[in-house]
T-cell receptor
Framework: KQEVTQIPAALSVPEGENLVLNCSFT??????LQWFRQDPGKGLTSLLL?????REQTSGRLNASLDKSSGRSTLYIAASQPGDSATYLC??????????FGEGTQLTVNP | NAGVTQTPKFRILKIGQSMTLQCAQDMNHNYMYWYRQDPGMGLKLIYY???????DKGEVPNGYNVSRSTTEDFPLRLELAAPSQTSVYFC??????????????FGEGSWLTVV
């Protein structure tokens, strides 16, 4: 059974800092890995999707990497801003069309 | 496109009552999902569907039922509501899932409290 773990559970940083969020998964037989952002009281918005054959994806100040063999992904946020404050979730897609989610990292960026 | 639309946004149910959470998507997606999210937790898959007329159980299907009579709609039925079903429910959809990496789109959630 696939299990996804995110560390840390919560993170508070000053504005402008570069930061890394971590995601690990137990079964390396994945189709892809996605990072999502969730604002309070809202649904999830997909940030980046990395297919199993890829090593990384970039969008603006966000960079996500994938090391399938070690079961790890990182989300790098450069020059963090207060507007980046949200919960970030990673999810892996395995067989049977299922996404397995981590519990999320709650990020607070302080002005 | 409206994307994925869920109704109602908020609902309070008494123990033993039944209700249906509605979900509709206008993106002609084949795959649709229902998740629940408990406080401080990740999302758990309740049911999913790979196309009209086809549904399958996820991780936590007990106490729920679904149907998929059209591509657009994927309602979630709660029978005999229990306090353990107090949660936030998210519907989602994706074009397909054949390892092609299509993005999954989420609705804004339905907050359900069972008292």
């Amino acid at each position: 059974k696939q299990e996804v773990t995110q560390i840390p559970a919560a993170l508070s940083v000053p504005e402008g800092e570069n930061l890394v969020l971590n995601c690990s998964f137990t079964d390396s037989a994945i189709y892809n890995l996605q990072w999502f952002r969730q604002d309070p009281g809202k649904g999830l918005t997909s940030l980046l999707l990395i297919q199993s054959s890829q090593r990384e994806q970039t969008s603006g100040r966000l960079n996500a990497s994938l090391d399938k063999s070690s079961g790890r992904s990182t989300l790098y946020i450069a020059a963090s801003q207060p507007g980046d404050s949200a919960t970030y979730l990673c999810a892996v897609k395995t067989s049977g069309s299922r996404l397995t989610f981590g519990e999320g990292t709650q990020l607070t960026v302080n002005p | 496109n409206a994307g994925v639309t869920q109704t109602p946004k908020f609902r309070i149910l008494k123990i033993g009552q039944s209700m249906t959470l509605q979900c509709a998507q206008d993106m002609n997606h084949n795959y649709m999902y229902w998740y629940r999210q408990d406080p401080g937790m990740g999302l758990k898959l309740i049911y999913y569907s790979v196309g009209a007329g086809i549904t399958d159980k996820g991780e936590v299907p007990n106490g729920y039922n679904v149907s998929r009579s059209t591509t657009e709609d994927f309602p979630l039925r709660l029978e005999l509501a229990a306090p353990s079903q107090t949660s936030v429910y998210f519907c989602a959809s994706a074009l397909d899932s054949g390892g092609q990496g299509n993005t999954i789109y989420f609705g804004e959630g339905s907050w359900l409290t069972v008292v």
